[in-house]
């Protein structure tokens, strides 16, 4: 395996790309909850939250996965006008110990799937009838310690496949063959990593899929460089050594055309790497608190100015969106980010998504709790 390690350089030596100056002016955003703002009425241990429109009504509903490492029941919502999910309904008839429900179409036939990732019970494809139910599919694998699950298309034949990240077992990339059956299995990183999370994306504009791990327990995150046959030989280190990352997201934050990572930290500060053209991540750019514990992050322009805002899911902390500064990358002055709070400080988000739920141009944020309710929040002017 061929090893690339970033030379570790202060980061106030270091030149930023400068992009355009001419930015959008945003108005400040605030996300307004409220004791109605909930989907459904438990407090389950629920790892994560996904946004897309499952009956096909053109409204954006939640697939919500419960359990974690205890078995409960995976619930649909549906929203029935302008971010009221007044409906509820069972995705599945067992119950699982679930991480992760991500969202795709992956039998082609024009509605929106469910892959399900468990943690050492079977998991699991829920396809759907085009009205929001869902039926059993293809069982993914043998069992494992799933911790998160991501859809994208890695072999590059149009259809939706699935990786798997375990913590302290193989992750697996599941290829499909275009009807939702997933016969082809494939390993990537190291056998006993501890891989929370995966992003994928395209990062040394080569035309094909880059991993991005985030990696905890005393175990450096890095890249995984696509050789076009799916081959992840060549590894990219970024972050410390010992950092404890829970979740990465990517996207392009400083406007220069190349991707960046975004890395939520556990007792440190989180950190956005920027990219450059070979898929290194030397330019370390560290946000949030000092004892940052970040379980999810999603990257979306929050207040429509053009640019990718950070939102974050914090334990035991508020969460947070992260507006970006372009000044800040324009002409290397002021913060990075500024902070808008929101979201109750005892709360346990493990995930989170954002769309637009009432249909007023602007992304809301819905938060997956463990151990209190799900809730969303409205994205509105600041008063």
């Not at 063959?177 to 990593?193: L, M, S, V």
């Not at 930290?265 to 990219?275: S, T």
Request: charged share 20%; with cysteine; proline share 3%.
């Amino acid at each position: 395996m061929k090893l690339v390690s970033p030379t570790l350089v202060p980061f106030t030596l270091l030149t930023l790309c400068v992009i355009s100056t001419s930015v959008a002016v945003a108005k400040p955003r605030s996300f307004v909850g409220s004791s109605r703002a909930t989907l459904g009425t438990l407090s389950n241990l629920t790892a994560s939250a996904r946004l897309g429109d499952f009956d096909g009504d053109g409204d954006l509903d939640v697939a919500v996965a419960n359990g974690r490492h205890w078995p409960q029941q995976n619930f649909l919502f549906l929203n029935q006008v302008r971010g009221r999910f007044n409906v509820q309904r069972r995705l599945g008839k067992d119950l699982r110990t679930t991480y992760a429900t991500e969202v795709a179409d992956l039998d082609g036939d024009g509605d929106l799937d469910i892959a399900v990732g468990n943690d050492m019970a079977p998991s699991q494809v829920m396809l759907n009838d085009g009205h929001g139910r869902f039926v059993p599919g293809a069982i993914l694998g043998e069992l494992s310690s799933v911790r998160s699950l991501t859809l994208a298309d890695l072999d590059g034949d149009g259809d939706v496949d699935i990786l798997a990240t375990s913590r302290g077992r193989p992750n697996r990339i599941f290829l499909n063959d275009g009807n939702a059956r997933f016969g082809i299995e494939k390993t990537f990183g190291g056998p006993g990593d501890s891989t929370i999370s995966v992003a994928v994306a395209d990062l040394n504009n080569d035309g094909h899929n880059d991993l991005v791990l985030a990696n905890r327990d005393g175990q450096q995150s890095y890249v995984l460089l696509n050789d076009g046959q799916l081959g992840f030989q060549t590894k990219v280190y970024f972050g410390g050594k010992r950092d404890e990352t829970r979740a990465v997201a990517v996207g392009d934050i400083n406007g220069d055309g190349m991707m960046d990572v975004v890395a939520g930290n556990i007792g440190q500060p989180n950190a956005l790497y920027l990219g450059d053209s070979s898929g290194r991540f030397e330019t370390r750019v560290p946000f949030g608190r000092a004892d940052s514990q970040t379980y999810a992050i999603k990257l979306a322009d929050m207040d429509n100015d053009q640019s990718l805002d950070v939102v974050i899911g914090n334990v035991g902390q508020s969460n947070a969106v992260f507006f970006t500064n372009a000044t800040f990358f324009s002409a290397q002055t002021g913060d990075a980010f500024s902070e808008t709070l929101f979201g109750d400080a005892t709360a346990a988000t493990y995930g989170l998504d954002v769309g637009d739920l009432d249909g007023d141009g602007f992304d809301d944020i819905v938060t997956a709790n463990s151990g209190s309710l799900n809730r969303f929040f409205f994205n509105r002017a600041k008063r």
